[in-house]
């Protein structure tokens, strides 16, 4: 590990944006300088409250075991690695070096999108299919299916990561395990007898899966909690599955795909499908109306509908009302603070962009501020006061982040946005500046609250963004992992070995 004033350097891979926080620590971006590849590296702080050693060993062993397409991979990880901070000094971490996916999560694209129709989110719902029969098959339960815990990479392939409350199972059978944990999971995804906190097996992934699956469908959740009290899954326990469908009258779905829900929310454990069966339900057919598509087709399919949902969210006529009272001539108060803004920043550049820019989020600035970033960020800065958000600004990456409060009905908890500035320097768009948003979203929200809080947010901390930037290419494999693909850090394989 090594420290310069410009870089910091953990495993020979330069430390780039951060991807993620939590309760746990950071996900940072990893960069070999020689081969330019990316990795995401997931920082665990040992002085953490909620440090678990062994939890964290669980996971590592669950994601060795693990190898699928649609599985994030672990490459390397290491017990005992220095963390170095940006105010020099260094944090004891526990550190795994993962398969990087620029793609986001599922909350990115429903944001944008609001749902997915059929055909999609069958090419979605194999995929998921295929990465649970992979984990369960190598005796791993996830437990904690959701949208925040499946990612896309640049080509939209699903990817299934966080593996933090996954159980392994070392016996002969995972059919034959039964599990006792009180309340591991994520409420509104945790399956029935997880609530009870009875004895619980693999086919609770199978229910969390088909609480995602509607989410794609839908845009929302099915019910707020997978219980007899709720009064949506209510009709699902008492297996009155019209009445559910009819409190959800928006949601429009054909029979088979209401009936391969209903065959993975089912309230008896026994009662829901076995993945091969799920497979081969009538709704994924290929033989069906609109069958699920292949990986071209789902990249052509996805980029089309994100540039379509995202020039209609750029024109919604809350965004652009608050567009046009941000143009209107500032007061001289506001004027003399963007001077002193100014005066402060005038000395700050803004970085080159990486040579694989992320899939989603990355914006344009609006023509009056395309060769002005600081007053971008100024107007971010004076957007988070006007919504009494807390506003945190780093120089030297380019990068503003802004703390929204959000009153929940248990608590106050926070959301993050981060809004990380770039100069392009090849195509043909070199020289101009683009604006990655990435967020923190709090795992206390259900994830309709996240997401109307979300929609409030951009309509403030949007107005600085013009058109969509897109650069990925469905032809360009060099960001692809071989199978075989082996981390090269000496220093970490040595310390696996040891391990």
Known sequence: MSMTSEQRVVKGLILGETLGKGTFGYVKLGIKKSTKQRFALKFLLKKNARYNEQAIR?????????????????????????????????????????EYAPGGDLYD????????????????FLQLMDALKAMHNAGVCHRDLKANNILLDYKFRMKVTDFGLSNVYTGGNIAQNRMQTTWVGTKGYQAPEMILNRPFSYKADIFSAGVVVFTLLTGHQPFKSAAATDPWYKCIAAKKTHKFWRSHPDDKLSPPCMNLIES??????????????????????????????????????????????????????????????????????????????????????????????PLLNVFYLQDDLSTKPLEAVFKIKSHANDINAAFN?????????VAVTIATESSDVVQGYHFQFWQLTQG???????????????EEMTFSENIDAMANVWQNLSTIFGELHMDANFDDNKHDLPEDFVFESQEVEEEIQSA
């Open 428 to 442: 043909e768009h070199a020289g101009k500046i683009v604006v990655h948003s990435q967020k923190d979203l709090p």
């Open 58 to 98: 669980t996971e590592i062993e669950c994601m060795k075991r693990v190898k699928h397409k649609n599985v994030i991979r672990l490459l390397a990880h290491d017990y005992n690695c220095k963390y170095p901070g940006k105010d020099g000094k260094f944090e004891e971490t526990v550190l795994m070096v993962l």
């Open 264 to 357: 993975m929310i089912a309230y008896q454990p026994k009662e829901r499908w076995e993945i091969d069966q799920l497979k081969t339900h009538p709704w994924v057919s290929p033989q069906s109306d609109r069958p699920p598509l292949n990986q071209k087709q789902l990249y052509e399919v996805m980029i089309q509908l994100h540039k379509k949902a995202v020039r209609k969210k750029m024109k919604d006529p809350k965004r652009q009302e608050r567009i046009a009272n941000s143009q209107t001539k500032p007061s001289r108060a506001i004027e003399d603070d963007l001077t002193k803004w100014m005066k402060m920043n005038e000395n700050v550049q803004v970085p080159a962009a990486p040579d694989l820019i």
């Open 393 to 401: 600004w780093d120089p030297k990456a380019f990068k503003a982040t």
């Open 109 to 124: 694209i429903l944001f944008y999108s609001g749902k997915l129709d059929e055909q999609v989110t069958k090419t979605y």
